[in-house]
C-alpha cells in the first residue's frame, strides 16, 4: 500500500478552488439524496391515496345501502314497537319468530390507519390530507353508532320466542347483559315446565375457555335469579344432580326425568355480537 502525501495549496486562491469543489460535490450528494427521497415519498403517498379511495368507496356503498334500508327498518323497528306497546297492556308477550336485524358491513379506516403509521400521511398535499381526516372522523363515528345499533338489535332479538309474562324482566335483563358482554349461545325464553325444571327458565350455551369469565361474572351479577352451571357430558342426570354449581339459591331439578347416559351434544355456535366488556 503505497501513502502519499497531498498535495501542497499555493497560495489562497488554490485552497479556496479546492474547497469549492469539495462542497459542491456534497451539495449536489444531499440534492440527489433528496430527490431520491422526495420521490420515495411520493410514490408512497400515492399508492396509499389509491388504498383510502378504493376504502372510501366502500363507506360510501355502506351509507348508500344504509339509507336504502331505511323505509323498512322502521316498519319493522314500528311492529315491533307495537308488540311491546300491547304487551306492557295485557302484561305478556306474545309468541313471535325471529326478530331479525339489518345487514351489517364493517366501517373500516384501516387504510389510513396504515398511512398514519408509516408517516406518510406527512407527505400528502394538506388539503387533501384536511379532506382525508374529516372523513376517517366521520367513518369511525359511522363505526361507533353500527356497534351500538348490534347490541340493541341483540337486545330485541330476546322478543323472539314462546308467549310468556313480562314480569320475568328481571331475567331477561340478564340474558340481555350476557348477550351484550360474552360469546355465547342464548337459548329462548322457556315459560313452561322444561326437562327437569319446574320454573320459566333460558338457557346459555358457552365453551370452557370462557368459564373463568363468565361464571365470576354470573356470582356478581345474577341478582335475585337462581343460576346452574353444569357440565355437558353423556351423563345428564349427573351433570345436573352431581357435578352442578348453583348460583343463587339451588331449585329442584327432577333426575327421574334426565337420562343415566345421551349422545354427546355438539358445541352449538354463539349467536351474540358482544360489545361491552364485562
Given at each position: 500500500m503505497d501513502i502519499h502525501k497531498p498535495k501542497p495549496w499555493h497560495g489562497l486562491r488554490e485552497f479556496l478552488k479546492e474547497y469549492a469543489i469539495i462542497v459542491v460535490g456534497v451539495l449536489t450528494a444531499l440534492g440527489a439524496e433528496q430527490a431520491v427521497e422526495a420521490l420515495h415519498w411520493g410514490h408512497q403517498a400515492q399508492t396509499g391515496e389509491v388504498a383510502l379511495k378504493a376504502a372510501f368507496v366502500h363507506e360510501a356503498g355502506n351509507a348508500a345501502e344504509r339509507?336504502?334500508?331505511?323505509?323498512?327498518?322502521?316498519?319493522?323497528?314500528?311492529?315491533?314497537?307495537?308488540?311491546?306497546?300491547?304487551?306492557?297492556?295485557?302484561?305478556?308477550?306474545?309468541?313471535?319468530?325471529?326478530?331479525?336485524?339489518?345487514?351489517?358491513?364493517?366501517w373500516t379506516v384501516g387504510a389510513w390507519d396504515a398511512l398514519v403509521a408509516s408517516q406518510t400521511v406527512l407527505h400528502l398535499p394538506r388539503d387533501k390530507m384536511i379532506a382525508y381526516i374529516k372523513v376517517v372522523t366521520t367513518t369511525k363515528y359511522l363505526s361507533g353508532l353500527s356497534d351500538e345499533e348490534k347490541a340493541q338489535w341483540t337486545i330485541l332479538a330476546t322478543m323472539s320466542g314462546p308467549g310468556r309474562r313480562l314480569s320475568d324482566a328481571e331475567a331477561e335483563q340478564l340474558r340481555n347483559w350476557i348477550g351484550e358482554r360474552f360469546s355465547v349461545t342464548l337459548g329462548r325464553w322457556h315459560?313452561?315446565?322444561?326437562?327437569?325444571?319446574?320454573?320459566?327458565?333460558?338457557?346459555?350455551?358457552?365453551?370452557?375457555?370462557?368459564?373463568?369469565?363468565?361464571?365470576?361474572?354470573?356470582?356478581?351479577n345474577h341478582g335475585r335469579l337462581s343460576v346452574l352451571v353444569h357440565p355437558n357430558t353423556t351423563n345428564p342426570r349427573r351433570d345436573h344432580l352431581a357435578d352442578p354449581i348453583w348460583i343463587g339459591l339451588a331449585l329442584d331439578v327432577h333426575g327421574d326425568k334426565l337420562p343415566e347416559h345421551s349422545e354427546l351434544e355438539q358445541a352449538p355456535a354463539p349467536n351474540t355480537n358482544p360489545v361491552l366488556r364485562p
Open positions: 339509507l336504502a334500508l331505511d323505509g323498512c327498518i322502521r316498519q319493522r323497528l314500528a311492529v315491533l314497537s307495537g308488540v311491546v306497546q300491547r304487551a306492557t297492556e295485557d302484561g305478556r308477550l306474545p309468541p313471535l319468530g325471529a326478530v331479525g336485524n339489518p345487514p351489517y358491513s364493517p315459560d313452561v315446565k322444561v326437562g327437569p325444571h319446574d320454573q320459566a327458565m333460558f338457557q346459555v350455551a358457552f365453551s370452557a375457555r370462557i368459564f373463568p369469565e363468565l361464571v365470576p361474572w354470573l356470582m356478581l
